[in-house]
């Protein structure tokens, strides 16, 4: 028999937390039926926090009249007895027991989620009401210790048939890696659940077979249009059913369709829900048909350029009258390094359920696999660590002395965008490429730039560089793990070692000290901007940095030293070596501060790190790109600032560029409201009486809601004093990080449009669609401005006579109107915004902000009680 369990507590710690609930089903092994359970409420000895009793409904008066733990502690103990305990991340609720005096020690436990790791490797999300979804379990109450444990007992059934099911296909892979586990309970599910293949595969038997699979497909055909044939776009357009052209999109065509057949630089800001990309995908399918010569379409995100590529372009290849390719490329990091991952499996004892579980689904994966990118998967935890060992992040995949060049990932890739007539990628990956060896892009002539608002930004992240002690280190472990495997006997390897180690350490203690010199202590995330007065008070600093990048590049000469056939097993640190030594002398030896940031940071998940960015990216911009291809079109819905492109033109560097501004459809006097409340004060001190009026809202408007904060501590407090009064009236409130993925709250909310209102920051509501009239009220509680401590912010603000006018404004402005634009939908909805922050009426600037809003909008200053009557009247 079997123990499936779970437990409601009062916070995550097991050290300082209480349990408040726990649920215990004894399940026989063979049927998984049930034999008996355990289940109560339990006095934790304090308050439940709000919070808590908001996520699970356990409230102070549930527990009150219940047992402490320690009056029920025999009567658990005496139920799991020696039997294994089976759970959903299985690790936390045993840490829990064991905390309260329940002796685990003979419990064997197995964890749901390590098999759904493995064998949903696909799926978004792996959290238990995600995956009874996926596996049309019915959950009851989710985050109710009774409700999560009959749904785990149905889950662990489920997988296990799943991974009889994938057993049947990969049972030498399975029986190996789950054999070589350390964890004695995945070796019981394995005799348990698994039949022992006749003759059992050796380590390199597997790989060999593993490998002779990626040769099979290798092959990448062409399938490039050899016809001549002009196609009319606009005839094509009007011959789809329930198509309607609009003037707008009709004009877009026709400037984007000249812009690449004359060659050119257009601009082009095409407000929403025109079909802007209808209108740059045909010219571009034109373009390409007719000149036997490839269009690049650029996003600004991995999740658009898939829309575009999966929905948009598949409609166009089942209708356009001609036959045409079209491919998606991503940056190298997004694909599995063939040689890297074997040379993980060489050099990693594979024994940790991370470890296999990370292998089984690569290896599973990649045999399936039509694109071969790596964010088709979900990873977590440690799975981090292993991945930065595995992606293809360096040119070396590329060269002819990597033994597996035919069949990385990378290069099939490759090849296939050269053989294709539509090639999407998206910005981070174009701007890495422009810099990179290797590259993949590298024959970009013809390109559309989507979201072009966003590029200053881009530009700033893809090329930002970083380094941290960690990653040193980790690069000398893995240089001293080769040495031992292919038995290199270096002189002074240990010499070396110990001299980087103890240099770096000293230097990164020097950023710490600073960093820490500048922030209180619980100070989250410590960013410092590094100034030339940094060198100044710590000259020890470039000869620490010196120091290590003679001993890096000593190193590096002696592996070389050892001969190619020797060498070629260190081609990838040898890279990684190089880039040490170039950040450290642009950074620290011979930093240039007119053309970069450099700052240093401090958080719990990365430790210290050194960073370095582009001051100017628009100069960037002009230099490797817009000289450098022949057409290229800008567009997004939000391009002009107050009804110009100055500022676009300053940060872009596009005033040579042909502008056009499109019209809207939609009537935004008859669809659109935008009310602004007076009476709320402050909005720097104002959160009781602001939560009171969202209170108000919530229950007259019911659902259909989004508001948007700038801060999750913002978010934190509504929800702590909202949630549990909204639920009663059956009004669901959906907060980000505390109400499950991201993924869940929006398939939620489309489920549940008229009574469910979510609480999110911007990065959050980022490239969301929700369709029609299911969002109907947007709710702004801050105006968007740039954090200004952020080292980069403060960088670029002096370049400006008035950083706050010409800089900190824009910005602001920008952010609005995209949060503005991405609320419209059809012609048929009707919309209220609602702007809360005082500084839109009672400051010198307030008029700049309302260019963020179409002109013809109804603006309504009023009290926040009209605001609400106005709302329950047209209820």
Sequence with gaps: MFIVLDLETTGLSAKDDAIIEIALIKINREDFSEVDRFHCFVNPGREIPPLISQITNIFDEDVQDAKRFDQIADEVQDFIEWLPLIGHNIPFDVRFLESHDIDTSKNPYIDTFFLANILCYTEKSLNLWYLCEVFWIQLESAHRAIDDTVATVKLFEALIIKLQEVFKLQAQLIWYYFTSCQDSWVKILRDEYLQKPEKVETFDEILSSFEKILQKNTIVKSDKSTSEEMVDLELFLSEIPDFELRNSQKIMLDKVDKNLSLGGKILIEAPTWIGKTFAYLLPAIKHALAFKEPVHISTSTKALQDQIYYKDLFFLSEHFPRAFSYTKLKWKRNYLWISSFLEFLHSWHISSTSQ???????????????????????????????????????????????????????????????????????????????????????????????????????????????????????????????????????????????????????????????????????????????????????????????????????????????????????????????????????????????????????????????????????????????????????????????????????????????????????????????????????????????????????????????????????????????????????????????????????????????????????????????????????????????????????????????????????????????????????KKDTWIVVFLDDRIYNTKWWERFLSSFPNDIKIRYTTSDKLLDLLSQNK
Excluded at 368 to 386: N, P, S, V
Excluded at 550 to 564: A, K, M, P, V
Excluded at 600 to 622: A, C, V
């Design 356 to 826: 296999v579980s990370f292998v089984l689904k690569i290896f599973l994966w990649s045999m399936e696999t039509e694109f071969w990118e790596l964010d088709e998967l979900q990873f977590y935890g440690e799975e981090f660590w292993f991945l930065s060992d595995v992606h293809a992040w360096n040119s070396f995949i590329f060269d002819d002395s990597n033994p597996y060049k035919d069949i990385e990932f990378a290069l099939k890739a490759r090849k296939r965008a050269k053989n294709s007539d539509i090639i999407i990628t998206n910005n981070h990956i174009l701007f890495q490429d422009l810099v990179s060896d290797g590259s993949l892009l590298w024959w970009v002539k013809n390109l559309v730039l989507d979201e072009a608002h966003s590029l200053e930004d881009i530009v700033t992240q893809s090329l930002k560089k970083v380094i941290s002690f960690d990653k040193l280190q980790k690069l000398l472990e893995k240089i001293e793990k080769k040495l031992l495997k292919y038995d290199i006997k270096l002189e002074k390897s240990s010499i070396y070692k110990q001299s980087i180690l103890f240099d770096s350490a000293e230097l990164f203690s020097v950023v710490e000290w600073e960093i820490f010199s500048n922030f209180k202590l619980d100070t989250k995330y410590k960013n410092l901007l590094l100034s030339e007065d940094f060198f100044t008070s710590h000259s020890e600093v470039p000869l620490l940095a010196q120091k290590v990048s003679e001993n890096l590049e000593s190193f590096r000469l002696d592996i070389i030293w050892q001969g190619e056939k020797k060498a070629i097993h260190f081609s990838s640190e040898m890279q990684e070596i190089t880039f040490f030594r170039q950040f450290l002398s642009e950074v620290l030896l011979n930093p240039d501060f007119e053309k970069n940031i450099y700052y240093m940071s401090h958080d719990d998940n990365y430790g210290t790190q050194i960073h370095t960015t582009l001051l100017r990216p628009w100069e960037f911009l002009k230099t490797h790109l817009w000289s450098k291809v022949e057409s290229v079109t800008l567009t997004s819905a939000t391009l002009q600032m107050e009804w110009n492109f100055e500022y676009i033109d300053a940060t872009l560097q596009t005033q040579d560029f042909e502008k056009t501004v499109l019209p809207s459809d939609f009537d935004y006097a008859q669809q659109a409201l935008l009310c602004i409340p007076t009476d709320l004060w402050s909005v720097k001190n104002n959160m009781q009486k602001l939560t009171e009026f969202l209170g108000k809202f919530f229950h007259i408007v019911s659902g259909r809601t989004l508001v948007l904060f700038t801060a999750f501590f913002s978010i934190k407090e509504v929800y702590s004093n909202l949630k549990i009064e909204l639920e009663r009236e059956k009004i669901h409130l959906l907060a980000q990080w505390i109400s499950g993925s991201k993924h869940k709250q929006i398939e939620f909310f489309k489920a549940n449009p008229a009574n469910s209102i979510m609480l999110w920051t911007d990065t959050f509501w980022e490239w969301i669609d929700i369709p029609g009239q299911d969002l109907q009220y947007l709710l702004i509680h801050k105006i968007p401005f740039a954090v200004p401590s952020d080292p980069i912010f403060m960088a670029r603000s002096k370049l400006y006579k008035d950083s706050f006018a010409q800089y900190a404004i824009p910005k602001s402005i920008l952010k609005l109107k995209q949060w503005f634009w991405r609320l419209i939908r059809t």
